[in-house]
């Protein structure tokens, strides 16, 4: 099992921009992939962005394309999603997601079996 916890997020102001980190324990992630979802009150996890560990390919959801950037880093074992020009819309909880990677990306908080505790982002004036 994977251990993740998320950190970064905080109060920003619209048009900011912010970047969190997601750190992976336990194990390596090679084999893996690394997803970022963000949840609103009421409302489900919703994908954002993954990253397969050992290529670093990548899948962005259509709602974030061209504004949030996924990335990693594998010798520390850590994620990263660096957003920019952040909007309200864009506050919640976000959250980073692993599960062993087959080739195919989900969007689908089910098929991701370890998770952060998930750190707030609040987009304010």
């Known amino acids: 099992q994977v251990q993740l916890v998320e950190s970064g997020g905080g109060l920003v102001q619209p048009g900011d921009s912010l970047r969190l980190s997601c750190a992976a324990s336990?194990?390596?992630?090679?084999?893996?992939?690394m997803a970022w979802f963000r949840q609103t009150l009421g409302s489900e996890r919703e994908f954002l962005a993954a990253?397969?560990?050992?290529?670093?390919?990548?899948y962005y959801s259509p709602s974030i394309l061209g504004r949030f950037s996924i990335s990693r880093e594998t010798a520390k074992n850590m994620g990263f999603l660096q957003m920019y020009t952040l909007d309200a819309e864009d506050t919640g909880t976000y959250y980073c997601?692993?599960?062993?990677?087959?080739?195919?990306?989900?969007?689908?908080?089910?098929?991701?079996?370890?998770w952060g505790e998930g750190t707030q982002v609040t987009v304010s004036s």
């Open positions: 990253i397969s560990w050992r290529d670093a390919n990548i």
């Open positions: 336990g194990r390596t992630l090679n084999g893996y992939a």
């Open positions: 997601a692993a599960a062993y990677h087959s080739g195919v990306f989900y969007r689908s908080p089910t098929a991701y079996d370890s």
